[in-house]
């Protein structure tokens, strides 16, 4: 079997290493992938509603209540009422939320670092734009993975 028809699936086990490790290291901060999710699209986008964040993230929106109570509960996120409709409310992180994600951040890079070493800087760069041809390609959200 040519080495080009086996792209895919040497796509999905490299995926699947990277997706198992940083796992690992989420689980690390008492975190779940989920937790992490939200804490990064807060950080870029304060004050989304429960709503639209579970939209986003393409998660039933219970599921995203039970992931936000969590979070509320561990003193990283709040919501507020939103001033412009009552019946929603706004999520922000808190100053600890803030240092969490900070730490997610590190742990990314440290993970991208780690997972990219077999390769020269120009070789990451090269898979770099090419997975992120593909993922635009396949109208992909390059912030995101969404709940499947």
């Given at each position: 079997m040519p080495a080009s028809s086996r792209v895919a699936f040497l796509l999905s086990?490299?995926?699947s290493h990277a997706s198992v490790g940083f796992n690992e290291l989420v689980?690390?901060?008492?975190?779940?992938?989920?937790?992490?999710?939200?804490?990064?699209?807060?950080?870029?986008?304060?004050?989304?509603s429960q709503r639209a964040l579970a939209d986003r993230l393409g998660s039933p929106p219970s599921r995203m209540v039970a992931v936000?109570?969590?979070?509320?509960?561990?003193?990283?996120?709040?919501r507020t009422r939103s001033a412009s409709d009552r019946r929603n409310y706004e999520?922000?992180?808190t100053a600890a939320g803030s240092d969490t994600?900070?730490?997610l951040r590190?742990?990314?890079?440290?993970?991208?670092?780690?997972?990219?070493a077999a390769l020269s800087p120009s070789q990451s760069a090269a898979l770099a734009d090419i997975l992120a041809t593909l993922a635009d390609a396949?109208?992909?959200?390059?912030d995101i993975h969404r709940a499947t």
């Amino acid at each position: 079997m040519p080495a080009s028809s086996r792209v895919a699936f040497l796509l999905s086990q490299v995926g699947s290493h990277a997706s198992v490790g940083f796992n690992e290291l989420v689980r690390a901060l008492g975190l779940s992938p989920a937790d992490a999710g939200v804490l990064r699209m807060l950080g870029r986008q304060p004050g989304m509603s429960q709503r639209a964040l579970a939209d986003r993230l393409g998660s039933p929106p219970s599921r995203m209540v039970a992931v936000i109570d969590r979070l509320e509960a561990r003193g990283l996120v709040t919501r507020t009422r939103s001033a412009s409709d009552r019946r929603n409310y706004e999520l922000s992180l808190t100053a600890a939320g803030s240092d969490t994600l900070a730490q997610l951040r590190r742990i990314a890079e440290r993970h991208d670092s780690d997972l990219l070493a077999a390769l020269s800087p120009s070789q990451s760069a090269a898979l770099a734009d090419i997975l992120a041809t593909l993922a635009d390609a396949h109208g992909l959200d390059r912030d995101i993975h969404r709940a499947t």
